[in-house]
């Protein structure tokens, strides 16, 4: 039996927790964790897309599980989409653990998630959602990102967070509100490196735009500053 210890960083490791709770180092059974027990499973579920994607005569097909478009040809981007998968598979998983029902399956098709229409959704499936985004946007990297009830008092405490989150009776009844360290203006959470690397990211946009062919105007300049500020708010 294989076995994993994730250990949360220390920073946010009880935030949102009740009063009086403790945050524990958690030992993990592997194959619980992770639906096909093995990256063997990820691997048939790409070459069964890629041969139906070549039997059509085509180029491009979507990841199995996640979605995302690739194509047949890219293998260093199969094999990293090929550990995108493994993950989310896995994320559900460790989700289930902790997340209250409501909040469950973890939708990790990005299909499913842009057909979401977010503005009928009630305040806790709203969370959901914002939750659901911040992990896709960790590439489904649960060895790291807050568990679910950490990320719900770290949104409900954000000043940019939706009012209709902040003030719903039945999220404040199940999560204590407190800041989070790394959750960003639009509730997605970083880490330092993801930080930075956005920030480096930002920092090769002009040349980029000259590249391109576009001259530097002062929207841009606006832009850039405007990003450099709400990378420099996130809470660390």
């Not at 493994?86 to 559900?92: D, I, N, S, T």
């Amino acid at each position: 039996m294989k076995y994993f210890k994730i250990t949360y960083n220390t920073s946010w490791r009880t935030a949102g927790l009740p009063e009086g709770g403790q945050a524990k180092e958690i030992i993990m059974d592997f194959s619980q964790l992770c639906a096909c027990e093995s990256e063997k499973y990820v691997a048939e579920l790409f070459e069964q897309e890629e041969t139906q994607v070549l039997l059509r005569g085509e180029r491009l097909g979507h990841a199995p599980i996640i979605g995302t478009l690739f194509s047949v040809w890219d293998e260093p981007d199969i094999a990293n989409l090929k550990q995108q998968v493994w993950r989310a598979l896995g994320a559900q998983k460790w989700h289930e653990r902790h997340a209250p029902p409501w909040a469950v399956p973890l939708r990790v098709s990005h299909a499913e998630l842009d057909e979401i229409d977010y503005w009928n959704l009630s305040p806790p499936q709203q969370l959901r959602y914002y939750f659901e985004i911040s992990l896709q946007n960790s590439r489904w990297n649960f060895w790291v990102h807050p568990i679910f009830p950490i990320y719900a008092g770290g949104a409900m405490a954000h000043p940019d967070a939706p009012d209709e989150i902040r003030n719903d009776r039945e999220l404040r009844a199940q999560f204590r509100a407190k800041a989070l360290p790394g959750l960003d203006w639009g509730l997605c959470w970083r880490t330092p490196e993801m930080i930075e690397e956005y920030r480096q990211h930002i920092a090769g946009l002009p040349a980029h735009w000259r590249a391109m062919g576009y001259a530097e105007s002062e929207e841009q300049l606006i832009f850039l500053a405007g990003q450099h500020a709400k990378l420099d708010s996130i809470s660390r």
